[in-house]
């Protein structure tokens, strides 16, 4: 007999994410999700403990970048891709700061990391693009939650509607998130970044040459779009100082980036696979 297998679809063409995963102007917001999800302890430790982020940090991230665009663009591959992020994180296990034990496909702590997607999304739109309108927001958190399940996490273990979702999240702001090891680390600004080592030959090697020069710019860079772009709550919760000078600045970068990145032809705005899945759409 052959087993049928009922994967989970992927949002649709033409939705929320579709427009947004693939925009550029999403790099810039990743580094505030991703720093939300290790300010959990237990996400923290196993990062810390398993995973190369400091040996490898551009590998490190072209990875992740490739996965999300698979949950969003990926057709057929979005749920093997979460099925593969499964057996990934089937082993990583340990004990975090404070003497508890964790394992990563627990699912408080691996819904915490998928959950940190909608809030860092809805907060950089109103820098990057045009403030989503309340519909849109809800269509956002409905994609989010297909995305979820791609990712293999049961409902139950998903808020499933927005008014249940903000005391979900403000009850783990409240209650577990802190300013870790590995969140100290993603916002220094006197550790050591190698230098990029993907893209044409010639660029990497431009790139190291100038590293020197670049490098305290560009982690001081980092530092200012990961707090500036996380949601104000989050930030407070972890204890990461935010002035208001500060937010002026962002808010300038934001206009800049809503003038600029809109006029962008399609193949400089989107991602090559967000570009090839909106081909193949409009074919």
């Not at 649709?12 to 720093?35: C, E, K, N, Q």
């Not at 998928?114 to 809805?122: C, E, I, K, N």
């Not at 049961?154 to 590995?182: C, S």
């Not at 006197?190 to 990497?204: K, S």
Request: aromatic share 10%; hydrophobic share 40%.
């Amino acid at each position: 007999m052959n087993c049928v297998r009922n994967d989970p679809e992927p949002p649709p063409p033409g939705g929320v994410l579709w427009s947004l995963v693939g925009d550029i102007r999403m790099l810039l917001t990743l580094p505030a999700a991703l720093t939300m999800q290790v300010a959990h302890p237990a996400v923290g430790a196993g990062v810390e403990e398993h995973s190369v982020f400091r040996t490898d940090p551009w590998g490190r991230g072209e990875r992740s970048l490739v996965s999300l665009q698979l949950w969003v663009y990926g057709g057929e591959e979005a749920a093997e891709e979460g099925r593969r992020l499964r057996r990934l994180h089937r082993t990583i296990q340990g004990t975090d700061t404070h003497g508890r034990k964790y394992h990563a496909l627990t699912p408080a702590y691996y819904a915490w990391v998928h959950a940190t997607g909608y809030p860092v999304f809805r907060h950089g739109q109103q820098y990057l693009g045009r403030p989503f309108t309340e519909a849109q927001e809800r269509q956002l958190y409905a994609e989010w939650l297909q995305v979820g399940r791609i990712l293999g996490i049961n409902d139950r273990d998903m808020p499933q509607t927005i008014e249940e979702f903000w005391p979900y999240y403000r009850k783990v702001l409240d209650n577990e998130l802190e300013a870790t090891a590995v969140v100290r680390e993603l916002i220094a600004t006197d550790r050591p970044v190698p230098a990029p080592d993907r893209g044409p030959r010639w660029l990497r090697l431009l790139l190291r040459l100038a590293w020197p020069v670049i490098l305290p710019r560009f982690v001081r860079f980092r530092r200012f779009v990961t707090i500036g772009l996380m949601p104000p709550d989050a930030r407070r919760a972890i204890g990461l100082e935010w002035t208001d000078a500060q937010e002026r600045r962002l808010r300038r970068l934001g206009r800049v980036v809503r003038v600029v990145v809109p006029v962008l032809p399609e193949r400089l705005r989107f991602m090559p696979m967000a570009r090839r899945a909106r081909r193949a759409a409009r074919a």
